[in-house]
């Protein structure tokens, strides 16, 4: 067997689908920046695969689940990817003129702060979820592990980036002379959109509070001076 082919064994073994479908998601939103920027129909398209991306959101964890995969690192890269694929589409939107660019600024913002804190909580054997979770009381747990509210903030950036696809769909369509709908409906759509990613940034922030504040139990404690 040759060289090739071995790599080609390892790099698609079933161990290694999980880590597949995060880059697979990551490639998916990077085209969809391709494809918004071509002129209608190529948007709608677009559309079509922020919803693929969001879909497979979790499909990794699940097959890492199913064939006794799960790790602590598989965990980081997870969390990795969905943070690549969520900064694309909050960063596009807002260059695209749909979302305030305060937006990105303060998801990101947000994004480093928390992974810095889950890093040195890794480092003390304590991960953002699961039996080891760094959060330390059952309201922080809740709010930032549980089903609930990770739940809530998956379809609340489900609803923001599909109806945000929407609105740049309509634009498109709008440069091309293309009225998809009524501009009553147009508006109501921006009005909605507004709304929701109002709330997935004020989820967001909610979320972030509890791993900041657990946190500091791991920044009471100065290391000893070295002489």
Do not use: N
């Not at 995060?22 to 922020?50: C, D, E, K, N, Q």
């Amino acid at each position: 067997m040759t060289s090739l082919a071995i790599g080609a064994r390892r790099v698609f073994s079933p161990a290694r689908l999980p880590d597949l479908v995060i880059l697979t998601r990551v490639a998916l939103a990077f085209a969809v920046l391709g494809l918004f920027s071509l002129p209608f129909p190529y948007p709608a398209a677009g559309l079509v695969l922020i919803v693929v991306a969001i879909a497979m959101d979790g499909l990794d964890g699940y097959l890492a689940r199913r064939l006794g995969v799960t790790s602590d690192l598989g965990a980081i890269l997870d969390i990795t990817g969905d943070r690549i694929v969520e900064h694309v589409f909050w960063i596009y939107f807002a260059v695209a003129g749909l979302v305030p660019i305060w937006v990105p600024l303060l998801i990101v913002s947000r994004s480093f702060t928390v992974d810095a804190v889950r890093s040195v909580a890794l480092s003390a054997g304590k991960t953002a979820f699961g039996e080891k979770t760094m959060q330390r009381s059952s309201v922080s747990r809740f709010l930032v592990a549980s089903r609930t509210m990770r739940g809530a903030y998956g379809v609340a950036k489900v609803a923001s980036f599909v109806l945000l696809g929407l609105l740049g769909v309509l634009s498109g369509a709008a440069d091309e002379g293309v009225a998809l709908i009524s501009a009553g409906a147009s508006a109501g759509t921006l009005r909605l959109t507004d709304w929701v990613v109002g709330l997935t940034v004020l989820i967001c922030l909610v979320r972030a509070l509890p791993v900041i504040w657990d946190a500091r139990v791991f920044f009471s404690h100065r290391p000893p001076d070295v002489p």
